[in-house]
């Protein structure tokens, strides 16, 4: 498919299908994740159902941030005080030690992900520590084959950590941007000049890494149409091989630091649905693909090649290649994917340290899926990776007559093909071009639990 061809803009569906709702990674998504289930119940399960031969995904959340960016939604802990880094690593390990016992079994580790906070806020000495205790306990590979990826900040990453990052084995990274005007920067309290940024990115070609991806975020305060233009202007010559364009949701009740941001300085909603087409169009025009949510890749990245020969998946992480692997996450607030079991890490850090400390993990709350569950995620992951869905496969893995599973979301799927977001042939299902934009909403007809909530409440706006 051309690239051209990929997504077209329809104003008047966005307005009528722009509501609140989940970005689903994962389904049932997080709101469902029940704390009356235990730890043993849920660690039991989710071995009883994992594929023990299957390969391992890992991810490592580093909490800690110099300084606080406003518009930042993330769970982190905000310190000049390099110190406070160590006792949280010593309890890492313990519990990197358990998650081991659960679940290494010599199984390989094809994907590593080290996210935030600001993972390269701890020393370079930390770092190489950590990815060594890692290395002891899982068996990660040593032949710079997997995918082992580390969040960047600029403002954080000295040509030494650079160099101390390859080494340990990373071999892509994830460059928070957000924005390259000034007047923008200091409003949301991140001073990054582009020059720091290009010279990190510099450094990791040079240094062998083998995909580099930036983040942006539009909504921010004191953007324009022309200021977003040009930050992306910049950005496509810096040509990373993957661009995540996100929404700025701003939700000052629910996340402190965005009480610094005034409401007055954000851009309006005509003004953001204005940077959002601008800004598929320059990147589809520079050759960029679109994947979804958010997400552009180069034509010969893997994320782009997973998703044409039907292998794209998506998980906590994110949109990934690595649909076989179960994800062991570790660190405060972390979400696990083992078998048919999904669970969370005690989301403060005190909680999480005394947890650990009394009993070598931290799991807080989780949810074991049932049969519907597996089927509704079939479902949803076909249709928000790859924009169709052949029910034949499902109907056969899980012996289901699916227009008969699904009868009461046949009324809604007419609606979706009148107005034009979807064509249905038979029952297989194509989400057309001016339906990409919203493949949350057409997601969210096959979601059990929306009608049994107030539908918005908790989510993102899907524009």
């Known amino acids: 498919m051309s690239p051209d061809k990929t997504i077209s803009w329809d104003l008047d569906l966005i307005k009528r299908y722009d509501l609140s709702g989940p970005r689903y990674t994962s389904y049932p998504t997080a709101i469902q994740f029940d704390a009356s289930l235990s730890e043993e119940q849920l660690v039991l399960n989710g071995q009883t159902t994992t594929d023990k031969t299957a390969p391992l995904s890992l991810y490592v959340h580093i909490p800690f941030c110099a300084h606080v960016c406003y518009f930042c939604a993330c769970n982190k802990v905000i310190s000049r005080n390099r110190k406070k880094a160590q006792p949280y690593l010593d309890t890492l390990y313990k519990e990197i030690e358990q998650a081991a016992k659960w679940y290494s079994d010599g199984r390989i580790v094809n994907q590593l992900h080290w996210g935030g906070g600001t993972?390269?806020?701890?020393?370079?000495?930390?770092?190489?520590?950590?990815?060594?205790?890692?290395?002891?306990?899982?068996?990660?590979?040593?032949?710079?084959?997997?995918?082992?990826?580390?969040?960047?900040?600029?403002?954080?990453?000295?040509?030494?950590?650079?160099?101390?990052?390859?080494?340990?084995?990373?071999?892509?990274?994830?460059l928070g941007v957000q924005d390259v005007n000034p007047v923008v920067q200091k409003a949301v309290n991140r001073i990054q000049p582009t020059e720091q940024t290009a010279a990190v990115l510099t450094a990791a070609r040079d240094l062998g890494f083998?995909?580099?991806?930036?983040?942006?975020?539009?909504?921010?305060?004191?953007?324009?149409?022309?200021?977003?233009?040009?930050?992306?202007?910049?950005?496509?010559?810096?040509?990373?091989?993957?661009?995540?364009?996100?929404?700025?949701?701003?939700?000052?009740?629910?996340?402190?630091?965005?009480?610094?941001?005034?409401?007055?300085?954000?851009?309006?909603?005509?003004?953001?649905?204005?940077?959002?087409?601008?800004?598929?169009?320059?990147?589809?025009?520079?050759?960029?693909?679109?994947?979804?949510?958010?997400?552009?890749?180069?034509?010969?990245?893997?994320?782009?090649?997973?998703?044409?020969?039907?292998?794209?998946?998506?998980?906590f992480q994110g949109y990934t290649t690595h649909s076989d692997c179960d994800l062991v996450a570790m660190g405060v607030s972390a979400i696990s994917q083992i078998g048919d079991v999904y669970y969370q890490n005690e989301h403060d850090i005190n909680a999480y340290s005394t947890a650990v400390d009394t009993r070598a993990s931290a799991i807080r709350r989780g949810v074991q899926l049932s049969t519907d569950d597996q089927i509704r995620r079939a479902v949803i992951t076909q249709l928000i990776c790859h924009f169709e869905l052949d029910p034949k496969p499902i109907e056969k893995l899980f012996c289901i007559d699916f227009k008969e599973y699904f009868s009461q979301e046949q009324s809604e799927l007419q609606l979706f093909a009148q107005d034009g977001l979807i064509q249905l042939d038979g029952q297989r299902i194509h989400v057309t071009a001016a339906g990409r934009l919203l493949i949350r909403r057409i997601c969210m007809a096959f979601d059990r639990y929306i009608p049994k909530q107030q539908a918005t409440q908790g989510f993102s706006r899907i524009i």
């Open 210 to 315: 083998k995909s580099i991806n930036m983040d942006l975020i539009y909504g921010l305060p004191h953007q324009t149409f022309e200021s977003f233009n040009a930050t992306l202007d910049t950005v496509i010559d810096m040509s990373p091989d993957r661009l995540s364009v996100f929404n700025y949701a701003h939700m000052p009740d629910r996340f402190r630091s965005q009480k610094h941001i005034n409401a007055e300085d954000l851009p309006s909603p005509e003004t953001k649905l204005a940077i959002l087409e601008s800004t598929i169009n320059k990147l589809l025009d520079a050759g960029y693909v679109y994947i979804g949510m958010d997400h552009f890749a180069k034509p010969d990245d893997e994320l782009a090649l997973a998703q044409q020969s039907g292998q794209l998946h998506r998980n």
């Open 119 to 174: 993972p390269t806020f701890i020393s370079d000495e930390q770092m190489t520590e950590l990815m060594n205790k890692l290395k002891q306990e899982f068996n990660l590979l040593d032949d710079d084959s997997g995918d082992y990826s580390i969040e960047i900040d600029p403002r954080e990453a000295s040509l030494e950590t650079m160099r101390t990052l390859r080494k340990a084995g990373f071999n892509r990274i994830s």
